[in-house]
């Protein structure tokens, strides 16, 4: 099956610290890969649409200088929250997919906490 | 705005029982549908893909798909207490530049009591 790998499962940092969020898919070649960012008992909300080789497509809302997508490879994206707050605690999670209109699959997520 | 409604619940059923899961979504170009499972916590599980109308079966998962109707449901059969999660309903948009991206409904609680 498809595998995601999300690093780190979880951070706990001051306010002010940049955080890098790490994706990987493990044992298929992803043309496009997602961000999403998940508050307790909500749905899922896309951050961005990350796409290898050029820049992410980020939705209505979401500061692209502050949430900084590299996707470097076919097999890796990183999100970077830079200098982040206590209200950019929440559980960001990464998917993947091979194409278009296959599934996605996600990652185990990142629970980032700042203090 | 393209949107994916579900039923929130709480839906709860006996163990043993068939769980009837349901959503609804507005955009009639949608091609591909998906249900995922997430355990509170945790991120979301890939449980179905269907993408023509009619039934699709793995295991104990059956999802059904009408377009006519703009419906997708899901059936869980012989239904275990690990079934207790919330179910994600998520249609993939048509077309434009929001392609392929996914629509989620809020998600349905399901709980499964010995």
């Known amino acids: 099956g498809a595998v995601v790998s999300q690093h780190p499962s979880r951070v706990i940092c001051k306010s002010g610290t940049s955080v890098k969020i790490e994706c990987r898919s493990l044992d298929f070649q992803a043309t496009t890969m997602f961000w999403y960012r998940q508050f307790p008992k909500k749905s899922l909300m896309l951050m961005a649409t990350s796409n290898e080789g050029s820049k992410a497509t980020y939705e209505q809302g979401v500061e692209k200088d502050k949430f900084l997508i590299n996707h470097a490879s076919l097999t890796l994206s990183t999100l970077t929250v830079t200098s982040a707050h206590p209200e950019d605690s929440s559980f960001y999670i990464c998917?993947?997919?091979?194409?278009?209109?296959?599934?996605?699959?996600f990652g185990d997520g990142t629970r980032l906490s700042i203090l | 705005q393209k949107e994916v409604e579900q039923n929130s619940g709480p839906l709860s059923v006996p163990e043993g029982a068939i769980a009837s899961l349901n959503c609804t979504y507005s955009?009639?170009?949608?091609?591909?549908f998906f249900w995922y499972r997430q355990y509170s916590g945790k991120s979301p599980e890939l449980i179905m893909s269907i993408y023509s109308n009619g039934d699709k079966e793995d295991g104990r998962f059956t999802a059904q798909l009408n377009k006519a109707s703009q419906y997708v449901s899901l059936l869980i059969r012989d239904s275990q207490p690990s079934d207790s999660a919330t179910y994600l309903c998520a249609v993939a948009n048509a077309g434009g530049t929001s392609y392929g991206k996914l629509t989620f409904g809020q998600g349905t609680i399901l709980t499964v009591h010995p």
């Open positions: 955009d009639r170009g949608s091609q591909s």
């Open positions: 998917s993947a997919r091979r194409q278009a209109n296959q599934p996605q699959h």
